[in-house]
């Protein structure tokens, strides 16, 4: 009787926690999306949704994985990429088209060796079958650069700006740079 009851104080009082914190109003805004788009582009705007929202803290959810909005049910928006194709429970909220970008102070000159390649810095986001990477390699003649590959956009992005070489960069993910 004694191992009993102490089991059933120990559940009950865990459903008393889960209730009283069922009951509290929640404040928060939980925005899950990749981390480049983290980095590049919701941080940027995190002052405007904050003066936009000033009774609610946005709490910004980086991961690269998909999520299930049913099973994370703290998360009230989540922001991936895709494909056109679209599940019935999504909204498309924009497009966004890849870009070549260098800093102004990237430059091969006359005084450059002639067999020296450009670089060329690409995001290659590891296997995934949900997230497909972007098929530049139809784009771009890697004959006439040194490819280098980054699992993050935001790595890219970090070498063009020090001026190391062209980056394959989203125009929505560039822009704060720009």
Not at 57 to 67: G, T
Not at 87 to 104: A, N, Q, R, Y
Not at 106 to 111: F, V
Not at 155 to 161: E, H, I, R, S
Request: aromatic fraction near 8%; proline fraction near 4%.
């Amino acid at each position: 009787g004694e191992k009993l009851a102490t089991a059933c104080n120990t559940h009950l009082r865990q459903l008393d926690h889960l209730v009283t914190e069922f009951q509290q109003p929640k404040t928060d805004i939980s925005i899950s999306c990749c981390n480049s788009f983290a980095a590049l582009w919701l941080t940027p705007k995190s002052t405007e949704i904050n003066d936009t929202f000033p009774n609610n803290v946005l709490k910004i959810c980086a991961s690269d994985s998909l999520i299930d909005l049913k099973r994370e049910q703290h998360i009230d928006l989540a922001l991936r990429y895709g494909g056109d194709e679209q599940i019935s429970d999504e909204v498309l909220l924009g497009t966004e088209k890849i870009c070549l970008f260098k800093h102004p102070e990237y430059k091969l000159d006359e005084t450059t060796d002639p067999t020296e390649k450009p670089v060329l810095f690409v995001t290659e986001w590891p296997e995934n079958e949900l997230l497909k990477n972007i098929d530049w390699h139809n784009w771009i003649d890697t004959s006439k650069y040194h490819v280098k590959t980054f699992q993050q956009e935001f790595f890219v992005l970090q070498a063009v700006m020090t001026g190391q070489g062209y980056g394959l960069l989203s125009n929505v993910l560039s822009t704060s740079a720009v």
